[in-house]
């Protein structure tokens, strides 16, 4: 691993506050520029949105079936709270099989990805659910959603690497809590539960790239840009306003920030240590990253360029810190 890049960037923030658009951004400079003024290699991208969507694609599959949907009632919240860390827990395994080259062979991918959402759910404190469905529902919803299991796991394993060296790995996810929420939130809500969730080694390699926006900007953003035809794109899903207000109606980086034993670091307690993980915060109140939607060759120059100001700026702080 190249001693100029991280080798990890957990990058979060509210939904719609530019994180998808900051990583196609990154995707698209140039891969000394990007090494050189950000300290941040070629990029392999893991995110949990994708099991996101595939939860919900599971619902909808079982409500078609005449049953009770499993994670989400209709378009609100999570059923169970806990299940913010199921989805850390996938990501931990997305970040291990990376690292580790594994490459899948198996006659149902979708079997597989229930499997592993059952498996994670389960590090997160919450009894398998998918393996107690009767095997009529179990097959039926497998043989719907194969394709869409198959296509999450290509993406994976697409960026499987010769050689990690100069490369990082970039995990994207946002956290929140209900609107009108004090701190410090409390339960299974915000980043303060999700990141000690986080596996030790990726904790130990970790720096955080944070996005600032408002809980009424990202509510704006995530309306625009909504695009109802493509509910599993990154960059054009839109999140229920319902869900809005419940998981996303607040955000806790601030406090933890605030409450930090190191400045400029967000100080998280697990596996019976305490990782000072550096962080950089990329203030996006103001949108700076909307335009980054559109083709790469109609960005403003003039934009790309405040953006890539303050983004280095953010990089520059997170690695005055990293692995001090």
């Known amino acids: 691993m190249s001693k100029k890049v991280f080798k990890t960037v957990l990058l979060i923030a509210l939904p719609a506050s530019g994180k998808s658009e900051v990583r196609h951004f990154m995707a698209n400079i140039d891969p000394k520029k990007l090494e050189d003024e950000f300290h941040i290699g ?36 999570f059923i169970d709270n806990y299940d913010w860390g199921t989805l850390v827990h996938l990501l931990n395994e997305d970040y291990h099989d990376l690292l580790n080259r594994k490459r899948v062979k198996v006659d149902s991918v979708a079997l597989y990805t229930m499997d592993r959402i059952d498996r994670a759910a389960q590090i997160a404190g919450i009894e398998p659910r998918l393996a107690k469905l009767d095997e009529e529902t179990r097959k039926t919803i497998a043989v719907n959603l194969e394709a869409e299991a198959v296509k999450m796991l290509e993406e994976k394993e697409a960026q499987i690497p010769d050689t990690f060296e100069g490369k990082t790995i970039v995990i994207e996810c946002a956290r929140g809590g209900r609107d009108g929420s004090s701190m410090p939130l409390e339960g299974a809500y915000g980043y303060q539960y999700s990141l000690p969730q986080f596996a030790p080694d990726l904790l130990e390699e970790a720096a955080i790239l944070y996005i600032w926006v408002t809980p009424e900007e990202s509510r704006r953003k995530n309306a625009e840009r909504a695009n109802p035809d493509d509910p599993g794109s990154n960059l054009f899903h839109g999140v229920p306003l319902s869900v809005m207000l419940g998981d996303y109606g607040c955000d806790d980086m601030q406090y933890l920030r605030e409450h930090a034993e190191v400045p400029n670091t967000i100080t998280v307690k697990s596996w ?53």
């Open 272 to 324: 019976g240590k305490t990782y000072n993980v550096p962080i950089g915060v990329f203030d996006n109140r103001v949108d700076k990253t909307s335009f980054l939607r559109g083709d790469v060759e109609n960005w403003d120059p003039a934009k790309v360029e405040e953006m890539t100001v303050a983004v280095r700026e953010a990089t520059d702080r997170m690695w005055e810190n990293y692995k001090k």
């Open 42 to 77: 070629d990029n392999l991208q893991l995110d949990d949105f994708p099991y996101v969507h595939f939860m919900r694609c599971i619902d909808d599959e079982m409500v078609k079936l005449g049953k009770d949907p499993i994670f989400y009632p209709g378009q609100n919240p």
